[in-house]
Every structure is written in structure tokens, then in C-alpha cells.
């Protein structure tokens, strides 16, 4: 017998009601429901009524973990070795993929598919080999991985203002994404506007991204250059996978 559960970050799981009995406290027969964060890698909380929050076992939180989405276009891949092989040298970059655990052996085109797990292995040995902090490479990366987009995108970009791009990467542009790439994976984007000087933006996604996200936005709001600003918004459900942004027009 399988018990569904909805998830909104990790989609759909069906699991089997032996890896449901793992779960620390016990889902009631007519509880669905949804995955809102991740404490760290192998712990998930599921969800949450009025009274509980469930939380899944460390095992059953590394069996989740795997079946999460996990994998990432090529184009993703690509720009990344691309930024490091302009911003830190060819050599470096080489290093880099031949010191990543990478089962494509780091040769990416656009249009294929890998593992996430091999973009934060090569994140974390050009932090090692740079010296720069994890958190602050993803968000250059999202600087340059906007600026690529600016240029080869440069449709999404027209006649928009910022709050209108921002609003159309979840309800457009990521759509248009997938179109293109039928196996695309993307993350999602929650807004609320409560008045015209301030959007308000969730991200959350089954792969630990919150900083590329950060440095995308950042860039973002270069580009229109009118001047909003933006800060993070302090939360406990705040996460690689999950991250509140908050954006005011001056
Ligand atoms: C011109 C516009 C854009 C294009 C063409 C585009 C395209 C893509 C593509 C192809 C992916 C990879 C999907 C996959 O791996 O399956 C992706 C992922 C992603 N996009 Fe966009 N994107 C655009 C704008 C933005 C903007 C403005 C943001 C701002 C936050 C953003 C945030 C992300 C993030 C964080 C991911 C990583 C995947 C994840 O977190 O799960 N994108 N995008």
C-alpha cells in the first residue's frame, strides 16, 4: 500500500507505508500534507497542523533527500564553467572539474541533464580552491548567470519594469523555460504585492539554491536600476531551499 503525500517542494512522492511508519510522530489517516522545509540534509518537516509537526527520521530524511528532484539543465552547468573560466582562469576551472566528484566527468552541453549534486561539488572546490565563502560564489554566479540571460533572453526583458519581471519569472519566463526544456525543473516563486511600493517573494525549490536566487534578483534590480531595494526577510523556515525576499520602491 502507498500513502500519497503532497509536497510542494520535492512534487509528488509516493511512499511506501514502511517508510511511513518510520516517521517520528505518526500522519493521520486524512492528514495531507506538505513538505514546508528542511531543518538540514537529512531531516525534513513535512508539514504541520494545530497540533504536530512532522518531522521525518533521519533515515527516511536521506531516502526523501534522494528522491527529490535532482537534476539540472546543462545550460546552468555550461554558464557556470564558463564564468569560472573567465573570472579565475582556465586552469582553475580544469582543476576544478578534475577535483569534483562529477559522474558526466564535467563534459556539459546546454541541452543535457546532471545532477545538481554535481554543481554544488564544483561550488564547493571553487570555494576551496579560492578561498571565497560557498554562499558568495553561488551569488556571483547569479550575477552572471542574469547577465547571460539579459543578453540571450533579451524578450523577457522588454517592456517590463521591475516588479513586472520579477512577478513574470514564476508565471512566464520559468513556463517559457519549460516549454523549451521539457525536463526542466524550476524553482518557484510565490509573490504578494500588499500595496504598490512593496512585492513580496518566496523561493523554494527541492534543490538548495536560495543564493543563487539572491544573486539573481541583486542583479535584477541593477538591471532596471529604479532604484527598489531588497532584503531578505528573517525566518525559520529560511533555507537553501526556501527564502523570503522582500522588495521596496523607494
Ligand atoms: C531571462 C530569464 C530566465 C531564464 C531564461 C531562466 C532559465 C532557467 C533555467 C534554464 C534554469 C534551469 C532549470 C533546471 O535546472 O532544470 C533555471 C533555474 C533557476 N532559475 Fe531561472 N531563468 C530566468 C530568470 C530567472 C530569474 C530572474 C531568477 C531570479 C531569482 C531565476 C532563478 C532561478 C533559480 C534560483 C534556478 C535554479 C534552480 C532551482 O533553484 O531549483 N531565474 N532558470
Known amino acids: 500500500m502507498h500513502r500519497f503525500l503532497e509536497c510542494p517542494n520535492i512534487l509528488f512522492l509516493n511512499l511506501p507505508s514502511s517508510s511511513i511508519s518510520q516517521l517520528e510522530s505518526g500522519i493521520p489517516g486524512d492528514f495531507k500534507t506538505s513538505c514546508v522545509g528542511v531543518t538540514f540534509r ?19 530524511g536521506l531516502q526523501l533527500e534522494e528522491m ?17 573560466e573567465k573570472e579565475f582562469g582556465v586552469h582553475i576551472a580544469e582543476d576544478v572539474i578534475s577535483s569534483s566528484e562529477l559522474d558526466s566527468g564535467g563534459a556539459y552541453t546546454s541541452v543535457g541533464t546532471y545532477s545538481h549534486q554535481e554543481m554544488l ?3 564547493e572546490n571553487l570555494s576551496r580552491k579560492t578561498k571565497i565563502d560557498h554562499g558568495d560564489l553561488i551569488k556571483s554566479f547569479g ?35 519549460k516549454k523549451l526544456y521539457t ?19 518566496t523561493y523554494s525549490s527541492s534543490r538548495p539554491f536560495a543564493d543563487l536566487a539572491e544573486g539573481m534578483f541583486k542583479r535584477t534590480l541593477e538591471y532596471f536600476d529604479e532604484g527598489v531595494e531588497m532584503s ?19
Not at 42 to 60: A, M, V, W
Not at 244 to 249: D, G, I, L, N
Request: negative net charge; charged residues 30%.
Open 121 to 123: 561539488s564544483l561550488i
Open 68 to 84: 527529490r528532484g535532482e537534476s539540472m539543465k546543462g545550460v546552468v552547468f555550461t554558464e557556470f564553467i564558463e564564468m569560472v
Open 183 to 201: 525536463d526542466a525543473e524550476l524553482p518557484k516563486f510565490e509573490h504578494h504585492e500588499p500595496n504598490s511600493k512593496t512585492l513580496q517573494v
Open 232 to 250: 531578505v526577510v528573517e525566518s525559520s523556515k529560511d533555507s537553501s531551499h526556501s527564502r523570503q525576499f522582500s522588495f521596496k520602491k523607494a
Open 143 to 177: 550575477n552572471y548567470l542574469h547577465r547571460q540571460f539579459e543578453i540571450k533572453y533579451k524578450d523577457f526583458f522588454e517592456d517590463q519594469d521591475c516588479f513586472g519581471f520579477i512577478k513574470s519569472i514564476d508565471s512566464y519566463i520559468h513556463k517559457e523555460v
Open 42 to 60: 537529512n531531516e525534513l518537516i513535512l508539514g504541520q497542523d494545530s497540533f504536530n509537526i512532522y518531522r521525518c527520521s533521519t533515515s527516511l
